[in-house]
């Protein structure tokens, strides 16, 4: 495979995960891909899906990647904070798409959110599972029909 090929900033994340599915591409790689999506994401460049994006660099701090500390750790932990304090009682007033919602329910329900919930998170996450049961399940069938 030519890892030298011109791959479209908005492209990267979704390159990287099939490269790393097929096992073909080294890890260096491969955070190569990631950690320039995540800067053109900085730069404005919102061609980058930012829910992907997201849910990329959490799963690269899970695995220990020590790539993805300084800018992408900072970025992730503001971006879990916003996100937490829009759905600060499980629920939210903020004008978005159910697409956004389910994103971002989605993402606080797979975070660690001990720091912004310290004894309470299991109870805040059953409460945002609770209030959002209906988008998340809607969305998993409409997923298992589009399934060849």
């Known amino acids: 495979m030519n890892y030298a090929l011109c791959i479209e900033k908005s492209d990267l994340l979704e390159t990287a995960d099939l ?30 899906d930012l829910y992907h994006l997201q849910r990329t660099i959490a799963r690269e701090l899970t695995r220990g990647n020590a790539a993805f500390l300084g800018a992408p750790l900072r970025w992730n932990s503001d971006t879990v904070t916003r996100w937490h304090g829009w759905f600060r009682n499980g629920i939210t007033t903020r004008p978005m798409s159910d697409n956004e919602k389910r994103n971002i329910v989605s993402a606080l329900l797979a975070a660690d959110l001990r720091p912004l919930e310290t004894r ?19 969305h998993s069938r409409i997923e298992q029909s589009q399934r060849p």
Request: aromatic fraction near 8%.
């Open 19 to 48: 490269l790393e599915a097929s096992g073909t591409a080294p890890q260096s790689y491969l955070d190569t891909l990631r950690l320039s999506a995540f800067d053109a994401y900085i730069r404005g460049d919102k061609s980058i």
């Open 120 to 138: 309470n998170e299991p109870r805040y996450k059953r409460l945002l599972l609770l209030h959002h049961l209906d988008l998340l399940t809607d």
